[in-house]
């Protein structure tokens, strides 16, 4: 039996609990996804696209590329398209990870991020989210040294939802720039949290923002996402994407969804506005804590969080325990619409009065 390299066999799986969601009648509260479908302009546009009988033919791009670039505010050519967002920070690991090379990913972050670093056998260095959720700047910074070669910031943070100031992002940036060390922003969630890092690229040559079309557009399924950087930079990473690796299903999806912005402004409008102050208000009642949250999910601190999960998970609503700033297991639910989360607060309301 060919033997694979030691670093992979020393890997744990990545394996979230997937399988069976979505065949059962559950409320989705678990993986942050919308709880309603995308633009109805995106099913015509599959539909059309099945109906044309070209499934049997290779991909062809377009101007996919200048449209994405034009939404996210960027120049043409400073935007690359990818196989959701996890793809694009596959890629710049591979672009500038090697066996050996250091990795700073602040404590907890998006499972990605450490997979991603840990198939380029990457040293991860992690310094440690603060008790409130706020950002380690300072000992961040202070790892900032030779042998760094990348740094994945997480903003809002994946699993906190706190977000990192960008003037603290720019010192990172900065500093990472004199070290010719490459620095990801990954904005998962900046149609909720309106944060980006977007406007430093023309000023360093070092920075990735990556984005993806899953959460507020709705994509998932699609698999849609994208990277914004220097043309440079872009031009380097197409040399790893594949030049097919982004079907016509996520073309065809990703140019529809951009033709109806309100449909997604209107959900996220809800979301944050609505729905998201509404369960707040519940828990700070009920005592429950949560980390300040700039996303669309709350981190709930409590006793025994896989009991009460599976106790909400009985109330046909599937949420998620996650690792806190400390590494413990804390709670994450998603929010969704008012009427998810009047559903989800009656039932978070009786399993909290059986304790």
Request: charged fraction near 30%.
């Given at each position: ?42 099913k ?14 290779y ?60 198939i ?10 603060e ?25 809002p ?28 922003h ?10 980006t ?78 729905s ?65 989360t ?14």
């Amino acid at each position: 039996m060919a033997k694979v390299k030691p670093r992979i066999q020393k890997m744990s799986h990545y394996r979230p609990p997937l399988e069976g969601r979505s065949s059962k009648d559950y409320l989705l509260l678990d993986f942050n996804e919308r709880t309603t479908p995308a633009s109805p302009k995106v099913k015509e546009a599959l539909r059309k696209f099945i109906d044309s009988e070209r499934t049997q033919v290779y991909p062809e791009y377009g101007n996919l590329e200048e449209k994405i670039a034009e939404y996210a505010g960027v120049k043409p050519g400073q935007a690359m398209v990818t196989s959701g967002g996890d793809q694009g920070i596959d890629i710049i690991c591979r672009a500038h990870l090697d066996e050996g090379d250091k990795v700073i990913i602040p404590f907890p972050s998006f499972a990605m991020h450490y997979q991603s670093s840990g198939i380029q056998g990457a040293n991860i260095l992690e310094p440690k989210y603060e008790e409130d959720g706020s950002f380690p700047l300072d000992e961040t910074l202070n790892l900032i040294s030779d042998g760094v070669r990348l740094i994945i910031l997480c903003n809002p943070n994946n699993p906190l939802g706190s977000m990192i100031p960008i003037e603290d992002v720019e010192k990172i940036l900065k500093k990472a720039k004199e070290k010719e060390i490459a620095v990801l922003h990954d904005e998962a969630y900046f149609e909720f949290s309106r944060i980006t890092a977007k406007d430093l690229i023309e000023k360093y040559d070092n920075l990735y923002v990556v984005r993806t079309f899953a959460k507020a557009f709705g994509l998932v399924a699609s698999r849609a996402g994208y990277v914004v950087s220097k043309e440079n930079n872009i031009q380097e990473l197409s040399k790893i994407r594949g030049p097919y690796d982004v079907n016509m299903f996520a073309k065809t999806a990703i140019l529809a969804a951009l033709e109806d912005i309100v449909h997604m402004e209107s959900y996220v409008k809800e979301v944050m506005e609505v729905s998201k102050p509404k369960l707040e208000e519940f828990l700070e009642k009920r005592g429950v804590f949560f980390y300040p949250s700039r996303a669309n999910y709350l981190l709930l601190k409590m006793k025994n969080p896989e009991e009460i999960t599976e106790k909400i998970r009985s109330e046909g609503i599937l949420v998620r325990p996650k690792p806190d700033h400390d590494g413990k297991e804390a709670m994450r639910v998603s929010i969704g619409t008012l009427k998810d989360t009047e559903k989800f607060i009656k039932a978070m309301d009786k399993v909290l009065a059986l304790r």
